[in-house]
């Protein structure tokens, strides 16, 4: 079962445990292609770096599904992309949190609640980034 196929406002833990995996896979990603291009001095120092990132990138996933999640079950709004402008927001301020950076949670906060907003919005209304080729 995917994240699309549980509606919204039910299951938040399912939901929560599905995002909580896409930021995992993120997060390893991002750590091993940080790990190739800027490579540390030591074991220990890569394994700390790709960690801390895994562990930032999911706990992102884990906070975007229960806020969006419980801002759907608490305004009572199942398709409202508000509330995932609402869980994309929430994901930012925890990245400002992280790096200490009220800048940056202002602007993760804006980036990625928009772009939690048009991904529902995209998902409503049937647009697609890629297709299948026309023949």
Known sequence: MGYWDIPDGTDCVEKAWITTKLGTALGLVGSAY??????????????????????????????????????????DAPDDPLNYFFGGCASGIFLGARTRSAMTGTSACLGLGTLAFFTKVGKMEGWRLAGPPKL
């Open 34 to 75: 940080s790990l190739v291009a800027f490579q540390p001095d030591s074991a220990v120092a890569a394994l700390q770096r790709a960690s801390s990132t895994t562990v930032t990138l999911a706990a992102m996933g884990a906070i975007f599904g229960c806020a969006t999640c419980l801002s759907t079950q608490m305004r």
